[in-house]
């Protein structure tokens, strides 16, 4: 942690085991006090004598200013920074790395490994993947897993299932308000619209239609009053629809910029 009153440290001169001052570009081996320096200090080794600083038990603190290191750092525990830390260039991490607080990349992210988030993840573009699927905890059988793959296809379709009892023979039903959408939702969202009905209760024949967000369901007979199961399928209008096929590797895919 930060030291909270960097006056506190003695601003006499400190000195080392051969008890001399201390003094900037002095060949120091060792130091037992705090040093204070109010100026840039550069430390430069040469190829044929390498300058290293080592900190056996203490901490380097820095108050309004920078730490540069060039070419690079290595920290056998751990690394503490209480404000921004820039990286020019290239990090490697040998080992995990554990952010507490908001992270925010502006460029890709590659990863050779696996990636576990535990709370909740947003994306404002797409997700490519070669599948998709859910794994939880079994709901039934202790000691087991329960996965399923994501329905594939080629449009971004949209998907609303109900159950409806016509009454003489006719059932109309408000799509946005049988699924907890606000008026104009799903004319908003969808288009190119197909309904799919099935009489659950009987044999009389059904049709279904969409209007707007209304789906109409009528029986052959108007005295039918047999349960039906619907579907209606929009495919989304907010979006661009996807290139199928394309010439090239994954990073060529044309959706990654149009699907966002």
Known sequence: MAESNPNSFDCGAKVDVANKPYAYKDNINYSEDPTLIGSFVDVLGTP????DIEITHGSVRVYTGNVLVRPGITTVQELQVEKELYVCNDTDLMSKLHVEGTTHLEGAVTTGGNMTIGGF??????IVATSKLFDIKHPVTDGS?????????PRADLIYRGKTTLVAGISTIDVNVGNGMTT??????????QCFTTNE????????????????????TNTCTDTISWMVIGERK???SIQVEYIGTKEDNPNLTTLT
């Open 48 to 51: 044929d004598r390498n300058t």
């Open 145 to 153: 897993r329960l996965s399923h793959v994501c329905i594939e296809a």
């Open 184 to 193: 104009g939702t799903f004319e908003a969202l969808c288009d190119n619209v």
């Open 238 to 240: 907010d979006i661009a």
């Open 121 to 126: 993840a947003s994306w404002s573009g797409s």
């Open 201 to 220: 209760t009987g044999w009389t024949a059904i049709k279904g239609s969409v209007d707007g967000a209304t789906l109409t369901i009528q029986a052959k």
